[in-house]
């Protein structure tokens, strides 16, 4: 519960600067590892959603990416989802550039799902990597918890390190959906594979 409320307080309506620093916040403060195995999976999986939808934040899509200016930001979770609540509770009746959000759970993904941010978890890399490549040069911003499987790797990739949440980001792969990810973002990273243009961030 405390841990909740920590991530409400730091989910708020944009605002570029304070929520770099939410995310900063969650990227350096709070360790997993601190505490008892059963409840650091969860207390991992609660931050993880907290940078699902932050990460949003910080993605330009293409016009195209939305049939309209009133479509919704489609967040998506294929295959297993380790969220429960703790994603529904860090999304509710927040928005992305002006969008509202909604929360899709899918047996597994495509093209034609209709997904803005694709979170593909679980242990079968081989899968993830599949839907991956079934999204690849969409608007898709394709998030994995692969846990260092290349075969499996999405734009942003979840990673522990020093027994915290981090994330490394494959910037070249944004710009095969066509994403642009803000320089702020690429920042927080703890490895970038920059795109082959100059044009990195806003």
Request: hydrophobic share 45%; charged share 25%; proline share 2%.
């Amino acid at each position: 519960m405390e841990l909740l409320n920590i991530l409400r307080r730091a989910v708020t309506r944009f605002n570029p600067r304070a929520d770099l620093a939410a995310l900063a916040f969650i990227c350096i403060a709070l360790t997993p590892g601190a505490i008892a195995t059963a409840q650091a999976e969860v207390k991992e999986y609660a931050l993880k959603a907290a940078f699902l939808y932050k990460f949003g934040l910080f993605v330009e899509w293409p016009s195209t990416a939305f049939s309209s200016s009133t479509s919704p930001v489609n967040l998506c979770i294929a295959g297993e989802d380790p969220f429960g609540e703790s994603l529904d509770k860090v999304v509710a009746g927040e928005r992305i550039n002006g969008r509202n959000v909604v929360i899709r759970r899918l047996k597994t993904a495509g093209r034609d799902s209709g997904c803005h941010i694709l979170y593909i978890g679980g242990s079968d890399a081989q899968r993830g990597g599949q839907i991956i490549e079934a999204v690849r040069g969409s608007s898709v911003l394709t998030v994995s918890d692969a846990r260092g499987s290349t075969s499996g790797a999405g734009i942003i990739d979840f990673v522990i390190k020093d027994n915290r949440v981090r994330f490394d980001i494959d910037d070249e792969a944004a710009a095969q959906n066509g994403l642009v990810i803000s320089s702020k973002l690429l920042s927080l990273a703890l490895n970038v594979k920059r795109r082959a243009s100059s044009k990195e961030g806003r």
